[in-house]
DNA sequence: CCGCTAAATAGATGGCCGTCTATAAAAATT
DNA sequence: AATTTTTATAGACGGCCATCTATTTAGCGG
């Protein structure tokens, strides 16, 4: 991964509601509708945030009927936490 | 480290110049006048992501004569770089 | 077919962001 | 004291962002 891919990722996690929904995904896939119980948002305010983290490739989603659920996209994550694991400080 | 906290420096991160200025202070401490040459921006916009850098706490300075040298936080790195390690895929 | 629930889209708004030019401040040198 | 170098600050501007309300789309059950 190189720098523009990375502040895209980081810019995307760089919002305490992005940050926390892929906290929550953390524990497996959720849809939107509970996940939106854990916010103070409306529900197009988090479809705009889960859009912001699919386009960087954070969020996988997979529909079941009505709802959509979403999950965490293992590759990407993996790479993203790579190139942050790799910024070291020389001291 | 907390969501917010992480968000603001994910925010911080999340541009691809200061960014990375990180990356360049990898390899250890520079005065705003050597990382000026990797970029073609102006003196005041490179003074101004250093500026965003410091304020989440990402950035050190210490002065010698006329330069300022900037170096990485290692304290808030290893913080950030542990709470982002930790942000797993369930699978 | 109708109504209900879940999610996305459209459009608006206020605010923050990245960048610039111009200027100031601080330190060293002549 | 004047000049040069390095960095910070002020102010402006265009654009993007987070949020909202209103509406639309899609699927399911009666």
């Known amino acids: 991964m190189n720098a523009p891919d ?3 990722i980081c810019r995307a996690l760089g919002d305490t509601n992005r940050l926390q929904i892929v ?3 953390t524990n497996g896939e959720q849809c939107a509708c509970k996940l939106l119980e854990h916010f103070s948002i409306t529900q197009p305010t988090l479809s705009h945030h889960i859009k912001i983290l699919s386009e960087c490739g954070l969020l996988d989603s997979r529909r ?4 959509t659920f979403y999950s ?9 936490r790579k190139y942050i694991a790799a910024l070291e400080c020389s001291c």
Do not use: D, H, S
Not at 64 to 67: A, S
Not at 72 to 80: A, G, P, S, W
């Open 72 to 80: 965490l996209n293992c590759e990407t994550l993996r790479e993203f």
């Open 64 to 67: 079941e009927g009505v709802r």
């Open 23 to 25: 906290e929550l995904l």
């Open 6 to 8: 990375a502040a895209l």
